[in-house]
């Protein structure tokens, strides 16, 4: 039996790492797509570019609807609406709808604010429901049949589009050789990416994410996935019968929607020059709160449109290739996986690490990723951004509980609670945000990782105690990602610690102080 039970970790341990090596190959794979995208098409976009027709060109112009999706956003809706009423675009074509689903003065200064631009020529409405059933995507799809474009723009509470975002994205829908485009995705920018090593670590995820991730799957030919803001999709492609439009049955409608309109023939598009900034989740508690809703939401994703996937007629790597990007957050299971049975195979008198060569050759697959991307966007300060990386390794690994229980819940059930990200309107680092009502409380997960925390150290010294210093070292990333959940949860929860005075009445209310 004690042989058995050893044998039933090392099969847990070979699938958490090989699993873990894939991971890092596919980063390989997708800096390879990248840089023959970037290397070979350059004539090919410039020719496309010259062939886009101008808005001047285009007529007539085509109708466009911005649709605001919010719920108790009363730091950000003010500069939201604001933002999207000074969109560069003819006001006789233009129509924004605020979807407010919001149970605070988020209404108030949302009505306040569209009547103060509806008095300037503004089409725009505050759209209420009776009540908030389907959450995000269920707002959408109640306020699509009040839609008047023929293209719908969808940003996030905390967005800021730039004035030229139509003007730089709707001519891509009225090239020639656009009519399967279903959705365009640009790049998400950062409001306050340097504001703490928190969002540093976050914009750098974000931006290997869309630079090289998004572009890398889109040259290739290969299913990409709208990211829920800053894009805009086809009305003709929301409607089609073959897509189903929006649907609640997981928490990732943006996912699920952007799937079943390529299964259905419809074509995306990623507009990397095109950046639509927002603000990053200053508090940790936060960013959890995110990458919980985005894992669940894959997985379910992924268990819905698994069939449909399997039986579709994208070619058999097509289909693998969906699977794996669906199943990216898999990575935290296995990542948690393989600490566990670390400790049963050291006091086996196993040795753990003899594989690492592998894994260790497999990662740095995404650390070189981070680096193209900074490097394309930031040139010659390409390590500015870069040097968070070992941060943000641990803060991938501290979250894998986190995680884990989010993608665990997602191959259970479809559905759940949508339970949105707080934002701040945090831009610089004089901006507080510790004293708003929406600041988060303590983590449910906070004890699991204080848990686990003293079990990694309890393996790291298992470990170095057999002679095993390699995987002692390898195993310590995982007590510094689990004390880094720990400290930095409990310091930005604790009452008043933090940089200046809290909100003041004036900012709870949805307005900057003036200083």
């Excluded at 410039?46 to 605001?68: C, E, F, I, K």
């Excluded at 209404?107 to 503004?122: C, F, K, N």
């Excluded at 799957?217 to 897509?243: E, H, Q, T």
């Excluded at 934002?423 to 004293?435: I, M, P, Y």
Aim: glycine share 10%; with cysteine; hydrophobic share 45%.
């Amino acid at each position: 039996m004690y042989i058995g039970l050893t044998l039933v970790f090392q099969f847990f341990y070979t699938i958490s790492m090989v699993g873990l090596a894939l991971y890092g190959l596919q980063a390989f794979w997708l800096l390879g797509q990248f840089g023959r995208h970037r290397l070979f098409s350059s004539r090919r976009n410039t020719s496309h570019r010259n062939r886009l027709p101008t808005l001047g060109q285009a007529q007539p112009l085509p109708a466009v609807t911005v649709q605001l999706p919010i719920y108790n956003e009363r730091h950000v809706i003010e500069r939201l609406i604001d933002a999207c009423a000074n969109l560069h675009y003819p006001r006789t074509q233009l129509q924004i709808q605020v979807l407010d689903d919001s149970t605070d003065q988020t209404t108030a200064i949302a009505l306040r604010r569209a009547d103060h631009w509806q008095r300037q020529g503004v089409d725009i409405t505050v759209v209420r429901r009776a009540d908030r059933s389907g959450f995000k995507a269920g707002a959408l799809a109640h306020a699509l049949p009040m839609a008047t474009g023929d293209f719908i723009a969808i940003f996030d509470a905390d967005f800021v589009p730039p004035p030229d975002f139509l003007q730089q994205t709707i001519p891509h829908f009225c090239a020639p050789d656009a009519a399967a485009l279903g959705f365009i995705q640009t790049r998400w920018g950062h409001l306050n990416a340097t504001y703490s090593p928190l969002t540093r670590c976050q914009a750098l995820a974000l931006d290997g994410h869309f630079v090289v991730e998004q572009e890398g799957r889109m040259a290739a030919g290969y299913p990409m996935g709208f990211n829920g803001s800053g894009g805009i999709w086809r009305r003709a492609c929301l409607d089609d019968p073959k897509v189903g439009g929006w649907q609640a049955d997981t928490l990732c409608e943006d996912l699920d929607l952007s799937y079943r309109a390529q299964l259905a023939g419809w074509r995306p598009y990623l507009l990397n020059r095109v950046e639509a900034p927002a603000e990053i989740p200053p508090q940790l508690a936060a960013f959890k709160r995110q990458q919980f809703r985005w894992a669940k939401g894959s997985i379910q994703t992924l268990c819905k449109l698994r069939d449909q996937i399997c039986s579709s007629q994208w070619s058999i790597f097509t289909r693998v290739v969906a699977l794996i990007h669906l199943g990216n957050y898999l990575i935290h299971p296995l990542l948690l996986l393989l600490l566990l049975v670390s400790v049963p195979l050291l006091l086996a008198g196993r040795d753990p690490g003899a594989h690492l060569a592998l894994l260790s050759f497999a990662s740095l697959g995404p650390p070189l990723l981070y680096a193209v991307a900074q490097i394309v966007l930031q040139r010659g300060a390409w390590w500015k951004g870069w040097r968070y990386l070992p941060l943000l390794t641990l803060l991938g690994t501290g979250i894998c509980l986190n995680n884990t229980i989010a993608v665990w819940q997602g191959l259970r059930n479809q559905g759940g609670v949508f339970l949105r990200t707080p934002k701040f309107r945090v831009e610089s680092a004089t901006d507080l945000w510790q004293g708003s009502g929406y600041r988060l409380p303590l983590g449910g997960t906070f004890i699991g990782e204080t848990v686990l925390c003293g079990y990694a150290l309890y393996a790291v010294i298992t470990a170095v105690m057999a002679g095993k210093w390699t995987l002692g070292a390898f195993l310590a990333i995982y007590v510094g990602g689990f004390a880094l959940m720990i400290g930095v949860e409990l310091w930005q929860a604790w009452p008043r610690r933090s940089k200046g005075r809290p909100r003041s009445a004036q900012q709870e209310a949805g307005h900057p102080v003036v200083s």
